[in-house]
C-alpha cells in the first residue's frame, strides 16, 4: 500500500513527529511505500539543521534525514508555513534577502500543492498531529 | 482508482489563538485547484471560525474570516457545521455568517453552503471519505 504522511507538529514539544518517524519505519518494515512525507504547522521545524539536542536524547531532524536517505522518501516542507516560522533554504535565503539559511539535507521547501497531490496518489494519508 | 477523490478537512480548533484554522484555510485554497470532491466539516471549537461579527482589532491577528464567503468561487459549498458542538457552546445558526454559492446545475441559484448536522450525521460523512484532512 502506498502511505502519505503527514507531520503538522514540532518537534521535542509534541510527540508528533517522533510517532510518525516510527510509524514510517514500521511501514517500510512491513513492504509498504512510503513515498512523500510532508511537514506543515511547526511540523516544518524539524527540518532545521541548526537544532542541538543533548547527546543522550535523540536527533529527530537526524532520525528523518537518514530514514529518507535510506528509503528514498522525498521530505517536503509547506513554503508558507515555512516562511512563518524562519525555515529558509538557500534559494529562499537569496529570495527574501536573509543572511542565513537553515534547512537540513533530505527536506526540500515546496508548496501545498505537494499535500494534496500526495493524498490523491496514495492509498492513504496518515496525519500526525494534536 | 478514480482521479477524483473525496476530501474532507476537519476543522476543530478555535479562529484564533492557535493557527490551525487558517493555515487549513490556505489548503482548502490551493487544493480547490486539484479539482477534487471538497467539503469542511466544523466541530468541537471549529465551530467559532463561522460566526459572524469577528473583529480581530483587539489582538492584532488578521480576521479572515470573510475568506469563508469566497469558497463558494472555488467550487467549495460543503460546509458541515456540527449542532451539538453549536448547541454546547450556546451558539445556534444564527449565530453564524451567510455564506452563499451559485449552483450551476441549477441556473446559479443562490444557495447556502452551510449545512447543520447530527453527530451522527457527521460520523456517515466521514466514513465516506477518501481523504480526511483534520486541524
Redesign the interface.
Known amino acids: 500500500m502506498k502511505i502519505g504522511v503527514v507531520i503538522s507538529e514540532g518537534p521535542y514539544t509534541h510527540q508528533a513527529a517522533d510517532t510518525g518517524y516510527h510509524f514510517v519505519k514500521a511501514a517500510l518494515a512491513k513492504g509498504h511505500e512510503v513515498p512523500r512525507v510532508f511537514f506543515y504547522h511547526d511540523g516544518v521545524n524539524v527540518a532545521t539543521r541548526l537544532s542541538v539536542p543533548p547527546q543522550d536524547e535523540r536527533n529527530i531532524q537526524k532520525n528523518w534525514t537518514e530514514l529518507a536517505k535510506e528509503h528514498g522518501i522525498d521530505m517536503v516542507v509547506c513554503i508558507a508555513a515555512a516562511q512563518r516560522r524562519g525555515l529558509l533554504d538557500e534559494n529562499e535565503a537569496e529570495r527574501q534577502g536573509k543572511d542565513a539559511n537553515n534547512i537540513a539535507e533530505g527536506f526540500r521547501i515546496s508548496g501545498l500543492g505537494q499535500l494534496i497531490e500526495m493524498a490523491i496518489q496514495t492509498d492513504r494519508l496518515v496525519m500526525f498531529g494534536d | 482508482?478514480s482521479?477524483t477523490?473525496k476530501?474532507l478537512y476537519v476543522n476543530r480548533k478555535a479562529p484564533y489563538g492557535t493557527?490551525?484554522a487558517l493555515?487549513s484555510l490556505?489548503?482548502v485554497l490551493?487544493?480547490a485547484?486539484?479539482e477534487?470532491e471538497v467539503a469542511l466539516a466544523f466541530l468541537d471549537d471549529g465551530v467559532f471560525q463561522l460566526t459572524k461579527g469577528q473583529d480581530t482589532t483587539g489582538i492584532g491577528v488578521k480576521n479572515f474570516s470573510p475568506t469563508f464567503r469566497a469558497l463558494g468561487d472555488y467550487d467549495v459549498n460543503k460546509l458541515y457545521v456540527e449542532r451539538e458542538s453549536l448547541e454546547e457552546r450556546g451558539l445556534s445558526e444564527d449565530d453564524l455568517q451567510e455564506i452563499m454559492y451559485e449552483d450551476e446545475d441549477d441556473d446559479w441559484a443562490e444557495k447556502p453552503s452551510i449545512r447543520i448536522v447530527s453527530r451522527a450525521e457527521m460520523a456517515d460523512i466521514m466514513a465516506e471519505q477518501d481523504?480526511?484532512?483534520?486541524?
Open positions: 482508482m482521479d477523490k476530501f493557527i490551525y493555515e490556505e489548503v490551493i487544493g485547484a486539484f477534487q481523504v480526511i484532512l483534520s486541524f
